[in-house]
């Protein structure tokens, strides 16, 4: 069984083109039936997004810890237990590839750190943030980036690196380098594709929003201090 594990918090505008979107992955031809489970970690939730989840062909759990850490670490825990030999995680504001599972099990990796495309850019992320943004990220296989949103490791590399920690924040970053520590193989791979938002109102504080925001701060700055 694969499982995907997608923690929420807070996240109604965005969960159905989510759950959609990993439910289409989950019925790729490739994956030759293989069950695919998917794993919904509703952390203190206070808007629609439990009822909406209701609503599809998916496992929920509730939590109250606010960490994005407890949440994927939680529903690992969940999905191993049920026998998933693959844990596929992406975040509720993101939308996977119709062929994400079927990209990251065919690396044949112990682990698959892929990449994200942004789309719908936030309106205060200008023309010369955009240019800044793409020309520092690496959207190329042997890149170095590290994203929940698009994670894939097996059951058995997951327990050899004691899974995700409790942090608010870079619980991603932490698994993958205890992985990295454990000597197992990790694809950094440019062929799982997914979407993700650019909002820069981030969930988790020090994630992939607060590094948008500073970099659209940076740019206004040097913009600034160029028309000075």
């Not at 970690?41 to 609503?55: F, P, Y």
């Not at 490791?153 to 690196?161: G, Q």
Request: with cysteine; glycine share 8%.
């Amino acid at each position: 069984m694969i499982g995907i594990l997608i923690p929420a918090h807070n996240e109604e505008e965005h969960l159905d083109e989510c759950l959609s979107a990993a439910l289409r992955a989950a019925r790729h031809g490739l994956l030759a039936g293989e069950r695919v489970e998917v794993l919904v970690v509703l952390d203190s939730c206070t808007d629609r997004s439990a009822q909406i989840v209701a609503g599809y062909p998916v496992m929920s759990l509730e939590i109250a810890a606010r960490n994005v850490g407890q949440a994927r670490a939680a529903g690992a825990h969940v999905l191993l237990e049920r026998g998933a030999r693959w844990i596929s995680c992406t975040d509720a504001d993101s939308r996977v590839a119709d062929d994400w599972l079927v990209a990251q099990l065919g690396l044949g990796a112990d682990a698959v750190c892929g990449t994200v495309t942004v789309e719908r850019w936030h309106e205060s992320f200008d023309e010369a943030a955009q240019i800044r943004y793409h020309s520092h990220y690496q959207a190329r296989d042997g890149h170095r980036h590290i994203h929940g949103a698009n994670l894939g490791v097996s059951a058995e590399a997951y327990r050899w690196a004691g899974g995700f920690e409790p942090l608010t924040c870079h619980e991603d970053v932490q698994l993958v380098r205890q992985l990295e520590a454990c000597g197992a193989n990790i694809a950094w791979s440019h062929r799982p594709q997914v979407h993700t938002s650019a909002r820069l109102d981030s969930r988790a504080p020090g994630g992939f929003g607060d590094f948008l925001r500073n970099m659209a701060q940076l740019e206004q700055k040097n913009t600034d201090q160029i028309d000075l």
